[in-house]
């Protein structure tokens, strides 16, 4: 069982930079993968980031790739993700989560059993 929780989301300007974190429960964080999802208003939940267990693989989507970078620390038990070059497109509730599934399968949400609440990112034209 673990239990996520977002923070970090806010209002920033196009072109400027947020920091989102997410915190997990429990002493099992290492055993997961995590990811990064995010849903605008009116659209499906789209895969933004992903990080395999030990954090030396990473995978994005192709609409952030160079912009955003997913992190891990096994110690503290948190993922972030840092988001440069913010577009107003980036604007979604962000949601972390975490998987046990086929490393294939991460760019999709359900291949994930285990979500936070979401934390919201507005980008400013």
């Known amino acids: 069982q673990v239990q996520l929780i977002e923070s970090g989301g806010g209002l920033v300007q196009a072109g400027g930079s947020l920091r989102l974190s997410c915190a997990a429960s429990g002493h099992t964080f290492s055993t997961f993968g995590m990811g990064w999802f995010r849903q605008a208003p009116g659209k499906e939940r789209a895969f933004v980031a992903n990080?395999?267990?030990?954090?030396?693989?990473?995978y994005y989507a192709d609409s952030v790739k160079g912009r955003f970078t997913i992190s891990r620390d096994n110690a503290k038990n948190t993922v972030a993700l840092q988001m440069n070059s913010l577009k107003p497109e980036d604007t979604a509730v962000y949601y972390c989560?975490?998987?046990?599934?086929?490393?294939?399968?991460?760019?999709?949400?359900?291949?994930?059993?285990?979500w936070g609440q979401g934390t919201q990112v507005t980008v400013s034209s």
């Open positions: 990080i395999n267990e030990s954090g030396g693989r990473t």
């Open positions: 989560a975490a998987t046990s599934g086929f490393i294939w399968l991460r760019h999709l949400a359900h291949a994930y059993g285990y």
